[in-house]
Nanobody, 117 residues
């Protein structure tokens, strides 16, 4: 059974940091590119960051460049999103996703991140 389980969300003050984790099981993790998406209230889902199967390339939304870092550990079947200098506009439900061009896409259940003083 395919599972993606996010953790690490919560409430943080502006300027603070959080680290999201996504633990994968039920599929060959190292064969999938991994992404973090987010959906803020009243807005469409947005791709935040993505990382290739080996972790050699990453890509970020302009709104998070220089503040967020995506990484993965293929030995642990886990990937991460380090979020620094958080802003109120980063408030959203964050979803992890795995994608393989031949096998399709899997989604996590989401974790809430709230940035507020």
């Amino acid at each position: 059974q395919v599972q993606l389980v996010e953790s690490g969300g919560g409430l943080v003050q502006p300027g603070g940091s959080l680290r999201l984790s996504c633990a994968a099981s039920g599929f060959t993790f190292s064969s999938y590119s991994m992404m973090w998406y987010r959906r803020a209230p009243g807005k469409e889902r947005e791709l935040v960051a993505e990382i290739t199967t080996t972790g050699d390339r990453t890509n970020y939304a302009n709104s998070v460049k220089g503040r967020f870092t995506i990484s993965r550990d293929n030995d642990k079947n886990t990937f991460y999103l380090q979020m620094n200098n958080l802003k109120p506009e980063d408030t959203a439900v964050y979803y992890c996703s795995a994608y393989n061009v031949y096998r399709g896409r899997h989604w996590g259940q989401g974790t809430q991140v709230t940035v507020s003083s």
